[in-house]
Structure formats: C-alpha cells, structure tokens
C-alpha cells in the first residue's frame, strides 16, 4: 500500500435513519427547471423534450444543522429547497419501471446558488461551475429510507427563512418524475450507490443574507437547516 503524499479529503457521509451505518456520497448530479413556476420565476420556460442537469462536486456536501460562512464571490447568494434521491443500487440504461430499483431513499436539500454569478454565465453562454458548485453549497439533510417515505405524490415541500415562508409547492408538481430523471441519467452515466440527484427547486427561490437561519421541510423526511455567518475577513 503507498502513502498519500497528503491527506485524503474526508468524504461527505449522510447519516441514514433508522440504519447502523452512513451514506457515503459518490457524485451529485442536479436538475434545472422541474418546476414550472420555477422556470417561469427564472424567465424560462420548462424543456418537455428532455431534462438537463449540472453537477456539484461532491466535497461541496454540507450535513444539514451546520454554520458557515456567507461564501465568497456573490453578493447574491440564493436558496433552492430540493427533494433529493439517494442511491443503494446501479442503473446503467434503465427503464423508468426499473429505475425505482436503485433507489435508497430520498432527503431534504438546498442547492445553494450565487444567483449573480449563474446570471453572467448564462449571459456569456459559460458553464455555471462557478454559480454552482460552490463550496458547502448541496446542503443535505438525514436520509429516510424509501420503503419509509412511501410513494412520491403530493407530499408538500417548503421552505422558510428566519420562520418566513419562502419557497412552497407539491412534490407533484415536478415536471421530470423520480423514475424518468434516474431512467434518463442512466444513459450518460453508470449511476452508482452513493450517487445522490438534487431534483428541482419550486417557485420562491431568493437571496439569503449573513444571519439568515434556512429550514426545509419535506412531509415525511427529516427537515435540512442551514445557518449562514457573516464572510470571512479578508
Ligand atoms: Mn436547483
């Protein structure tokens, strides 16, 4: 065995209710525009033809009930409260009627965003790395097991900062389902145990400030809190 010529990063492990051991995270694969309240919000509307995606990395996972810093590079720093799927099994190639196969179970989420910063990209037609995949950026919360959770319907999903609502809508609402978006991913990716898909966010998205305390529900899941601190000195 050869020594690492540094320490190797400590990989994001979600913890798992109900279940002896954590979920290590593989990769996060996430979901624009599966709203349509949400697209409509954006200036955009909903692409029928096929869901797209963007990815974090996943060293920018972030354990839901943490503080961090309001990051750098954005003075507009917006929250997107997301139900998230995690996987326990592979797909390569699926049909959507065997998708469901792969799943674990399914968690709160935000996908925080430097709004600004996705704004300019999309101006210059530039990936959106930099709005994205901001470090402490896919804020997750426990995961529940899918057998627990039941089946995806209308179950209500929201979010509130500082105790004000925010963001609301029904898991029912999203245009792409669970087992389409994991049916159609399956064919660019061996999809993995530990993979997680941040799938959308509903209408309401907007800017938090350093202070703001983030609180996302989903019925049926534990909840994801995230408290923002002020910058970090320069
Ligand atoms: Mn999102």
Redo the contacts with the bound molecule.
Sequence with gaps: MTDTLFPAPDWPRIAVQDAQGSFPVRRVF???RNYAAHAAEMGNEVDRAAPFYFTKSALAVLPSGRSVPYPPGTSDYHH?M?FVVALGGAAFRVTPDRAMDAVLGYACGL?M?RRDLQARAKDKRHPWDLAKDAENSAVIGPITRKDRFGAIADQSIRLTVDGELRQQGKLSDMVWSVPDLIADLSRYYHLQPGDLI?T??PSGVGAVDPGAVLRGEIDGLAPVELTLGPPEAS
Excluded: S
Aim: aromatic content about 10%.
């Design positions: 996430c979901v624009g997107e997301e996908d965003t941040f959308g966010t």
